[in-house]
């Protein structure tokens, strides 16, 4: 059984971009504001490969969820620590991304969404977060960003 996170304070993206320092961001200092070559898919349990170090001290880990979506959202995390590493950005991103798809569409398992007749994509469905395009199976996280202005990180994904 997948894990379920209780978010904390999800943000949708219009709302950061006029109040970029919410409370549960104050007192964050980012220590790597761009992290490349960690590379990852969410599917797999395996980070190992991926060096372990510290890239937030204080605040929240807060990431923004922007693809493939209609509607971008920022997912705060519930846990408050002093220091944040990779692994725990990694981990939080997979959570997120499974609790997203399965919050999309409820009634069917994510990957039995039907595909667009005659190619690889699967179909944009109505749930909270309009995903379109891809199974979960189908992205890999390749660079963090850490987004100064609104205190949260943003990723690159490739397809």
């Known amino acids: 059984m997948q894990e379920m996170i209780n978010f904390r304070k999800p943000k949708s993206l ?3 971009n006029y109040h970029p320092n919410i409370d549960v961001l104050t007192n964050t200092r980012v220590t790597n504001p761009i992290i490349k070559e960690c590379e990852f898919d969410l599917t797999s349990p395996y980070i190992e490969n991926i060096p372990n170090s510290i890239i937030q001290t204080g605040g929240v880990l807060a990431i923004l969820i922007d693809f493939p979506v209609k509607k971008p959202t920022v997912f705060v995390s ?4 002093p220091n944040y590493t990779l692994h725990d950005l990694i981990n939080f991103v997979r959570l997120t991304y499974h609790q997203l798809y399965r919050d999309e569409t409820p ?6 969404v039907p595909m667009i007749k005659g190619t690889y994509n699967r179909i944009t469905t109505d749930g909270p977060y309009g995903i379109y395009g891809f199974h979960i199976n189908n992205l890999n996280i390749t660079d963090f960003m850490y987004i100064d202005c609104l205190g949260i990180w943003g990723m690159e994904i490739d397809c």
């Open 78 to 81: 519930p846990e408050i620590k």
């Open 14 to 16: 219009d709302t950061l």
């Open 107 to 112: 009634d069917k398992i994510p990957s039995e």
